[in-house]
C-alpha cells in the first residue's frame, strides 16, 4: 500500500516558476533563496545557443521539475506522444526531477491557446485517466495533475470535486494542488474555498502552488499569475498545509513581473508558513 510520501515530489521548500525574463536577474539567486525552479517543458524543448547555456546553468544549480501547458490530457485528439517524449529527454539531459500538467484541455485539431474545461462527467474520468496512465507509462514515472481555473462548466453532471477526486483515484496519479485556482474558483463558482479544500485527496499533493489573480468584478476573478499573492489565498495556504502537512510549494508569476526583492519577499512567506505549520 503506498504512503503519502510516494505521491510527493522530490523537492523540498519554497520554489519559483522561472521564466526567460528572469534569466538574468536571477543570476546570483541560490539554493538558500530558492529551494527549486519550474518551468514549462515546451518553452525549452530543442531550446540552444545563448539561452540554452543559461538555462543549463541553472539546472545544474537548482533542483528543477516541469509543469506542461499543451499536453491537452483532456483533448479528443490523440494524446501527443512525441511531445512526451520529448519532454522525457528534456528531462533526462538537465536532471530535471518531476512532471505535472493541468486537468484541462487546450487543443483538437490544432492549438487552442487557452486552458479550456473538461465536462465532469464519468465517461470524461474514463477518458482522461486512462490518458493520464498513458503519459505516466511514456515518462516513467507517476505525475501529478493540477485542479485547473475554469469559467463555465459544460455537460456537468458531477461536482468539480467529485471530478479531480475520481480521476486522481482512476489513473493512481498525484495531485498538483493550486490553492489560488481553488479561490478564484470559489468566487466563480460560489462555493466555499475550505470545504473544496478538505474534499480534495490532500494526501496525494505533490507539490503546491501560489500566485496572484485579477479582479475583473465582485463575482469574478480572473487567474492571470500577474499579481501579487493576496492574503485570503495565503489563508488557503495555511490551511492547506494544517490539514495535508507542508508540500513543496511554488509561486507562479507569469507576467508584471516585480522586482527580485519583492518576489524573495512573497518566497520568504511561504517559507514563513512552513515554518509556522501546526499539524494538528
Not at 512532471?99 to 486552458?115: K, R, V
Not at 501529478?144 to 463555465?152: F, G, P
Not at 459544460?154 to 495531485?175: R, T, Y
Not at 479544500?197 to 503546491?208: F, V
Request: with cysteine.
Amino acid at each position: 500500500m503506498l504512503s503519502t510520501a510516494d505521491y510527493v515530489a522530490p523537492i523540498s521548500g519554497a520554489g519559483l516558476g522561472l521564466r526567460r525574463s528572469l534569466l538574468n536577474s536571477l543570476e546570483q539567486a541560490t539554493t538558500d533563496d530558492i529551494q527549486f525552479m519550474e518551468v514549462a517543458p515546451e518553452n525549452w524543448i530543442n531550446l540552444g545557443g545563448r539561452l540554452g547555456k543559461q538555462f543549463r546553468r541553472y539546472t545544474e544549480r537548482f533542483p528543477f521539475v516541469c509543469h506542461g501547458l499543451s499536453l491537452s490530457i483532456g483533448s479528443p485528439a490523440p494524446l501527443n506522444t512525441e511531445l512526451l517524449r520529448a519532454i522525457k529527454k528534456l528531462m533526462q539531459e538537465h536532471g530535471i526531477r518531476y512532471y505535472s500538467e493541468h486537468l484541462s484541455y487546450c487543443s483538437d485539431d490544432g492549438q487552442l491557446y487557452d486552458l479550456l474545461p473538461i465536462p465532469f462527467t464519468e465517461d470524461a474520468v474514463d477518458y482522461v485517466a486512462q490518458r493520464i496512465q498513458q503519459a505516466q507509462d511514456i515518462l516513467g514515472m507517476r505525475i501529478a495533475i493540477e485542479n485547473s481555473s475554469y469559467y463555465c462548466a459544460p455537460q456537468q453532471e458531477m461536482s468539480e470535486s467529485e471530478f479531480v477526486n475520481a480521476v486522481i483515484k482512476k489513473a493512481d496519479c498525484a495531485l498538483l494542488l493550486d490553492v489560488n485556482n481553488i479561490y478564484v474558483n470559489s468566487i466563480n463558482h460560489g462555493y466555499d474555498p475550505y470545504d473544496f479544500l478538505a474534499s480534495l485527496p490532500g494526501e496525494r499533493t505533490a507539490y503546491i502552488h501560489i500566485a496572484g489573480h485579477y479582479k475583473e468584478a465582485e463575482d469574478l476573478r480572473v487567474d492571470t499569475h500577474g499579481a501579487a499573492v493576496i492574503q485570503p489565498v495565503w489563508d488557503i495556504l495555511a490551511k492547506a498545509y494544517t490539514l495535508f502537512g507542508v508540500r513543496p510549494t511554488l509561486l507562479e508569476r507569469d507576467f508584471n513581473t516585480p522586482p527580485v526583492p519583492e518576489l524573495m519577499a512573497e518566497l520568504a512567506l511561504i517559507k514563513k508558513h512552513q515554518s509556522n505549520t501546526f499539524i494538528r
